[in-house]
């Protein structure tokens, strides 16, 4: 991304409009992108599991790892109903503004001198990710630096 430019991508747990991995950009990957997010808290508790598996996965994409394709699965299970609020809640949510303008003014560049990779923008085609059969959790357990 040229001149150092950083991004901040925010998705919202019960958002019936916009899927996760569209929302926090899963297809890209870049050290100055940073995921994350809106969980509202009157549809999820924070003893949910399937939010904390969800947060999880937003820090192994925040440290330049692979999901394995996993938000990607878990979209369809997240998504609200069309007469729900989950698609405008975050936009009300003062902490969702917060977390761009923190990203930007009190973090560093992390560069060292050595300057960043390009931009990786992988092919996505969200017909082709649905395998309800695919166990993607087991290649993190094998991973290794998880």
Do not use: W
Request: with cysteine.
């Amino acid at each position: 991304m040229p001149r150092q430019t950083k991004m901040v991508y925010i998705a919202s747990l019960n958002d019936q409009v916009v899927p996760l991995y569209s929302g926090v950009f899963t297809a890209a990957s870049h050290p100055l992108i940073l995921r994350a997010l809106y969980i509202d808290g009157d549809a999820y508790h924070s003893s949910d599991f399937l939010s904390n598996l969800l947060v999880l996965l937003m820090r192994v994409l925040n440290t330049g790892l692979s999901d394995s394709g996993l938000v990607a699965h878990l979209s369809e299970a997240t998504a609200g109903s069309l007469s729900g609020v989950g698609h405008s809640t975050a936009y009300e949510e003062m902490a969702t503004y917060s977390l761009a303008v923190d990203y930007l003014f009190l973090t560093d560049d992390g560069a060292d001198g050595g300057g960043y990779p390009e931009l990786i923008v992988d092919d996505f085609n969200a017909a082709g990710e649905q395998n309800d059969y695919e166990v993607c959790v087991v290649g993190h357990l094998n991973f290794a630096s998880i």
